[in-house]
């Protein structure tokens, strides 16, 4: 019988640790590893394989490629995007679109409240203002006090539900959209469920937790924008074309809601040149909600169990495409 193939075609500029090939050879799976920079170097390092591994979010499969790769059951992306992945043409194929959002989901929680806090408390402009010497108390003043304000959550998947488990000294009124949660599941945390609108407009702040998909492609635009709260607080950690950024300029431009608290763009990376990065009213970190100690480690070794369940025939801990009729029968991880 022939060995169970993973082919890692995308490395995001690091190192694969020498533990993780050694113990996939002892559960019976063959990596082959190899920067792929064209469809040509793809599809035959990836032809005859059973997985196609991805490390970061380069996007160099198409739905092309992936008819080209009749062995392929699952395509792995470490990490929790798979906005470069062509999700439905993988399901359409019968492929599983497996990812690790467990090895970061704490790191995202932390930095998704940091920059809330970082908002509220005017943290980024008075560092700002103190570097140039100046002891202004009054200039940025502090917004709040947040408990007992109204926490939105666009999406609810596991990043929103840890930051309610953290926040809930706060006693914040907590709302919730997911067309895919259902509000039986929101109240096992103390959330609500409400509708776009009502959430956009009642909510003091306000937080995105959405994939990059076709239904998520500008969700909040400039209708949603205006429907909030002049004191209202926008933080996006998640992907950067959640919000249309040209209305989102406009809208922080004409003071519309108080502020926001972005680490996600759209394109990225930010252009020097880009509005937004001359606004006061706006925190800004570089796609760096999901980095942190520990992180790397953990990526690694969801990404081999989730390799190691799949050559075994379960099915992955996580995967996006929850329609999926797989090539390969598979059993539960139980």
Known sequence: MKP??????????VSVPAWVPEKLKREGVDLFIQECHTPEELIQVAQDADVVWLLGGKRILSPEILRLLPRCGAILRSGSGTDNVPVNEATRLGMIVANTPEAQHEQVTDHTLALLFSVVRQIANNDRLMRTGAW????????????????????????????CQRISGYEMNLLA???????????????????????????????????????????????ELRLMKSTAILINASRGSVIDESALIRALEGKWFRGAGLDVFDPEPSKPDNPLLKLENVVFTPHIAGSGEGTSEARWDLSVETLIDLSRGRWPRSHVNKQVKPRWELESRE
């Open 4 to 13: 169970f193939k993973v082919s890692l075609v995308h490395l995001d500029d």
């Open 136 to 163: 202004e108390r009054a200039r940025y003043a502090p917004h709040g006090p947040m408990c007992g304000k109204t926490l939105g959550l666009v999406g609810f998947g596991q990043v929103p539900r840890t930051i």
């Open 177 to 223: 959209f997911d067309p895919y949660v259902t509000p039986d599941i929101m109240a096992k945390y103390k959330v609500r469920y409400a509708n776009l609108d009502d959430l956009m407009s009642q909510s003091d702040y306000i937080s995105l937790h959405c994939p990059a998909t076709r239904e998520t492609y500008h969700l909040i635009k400039e209708r």
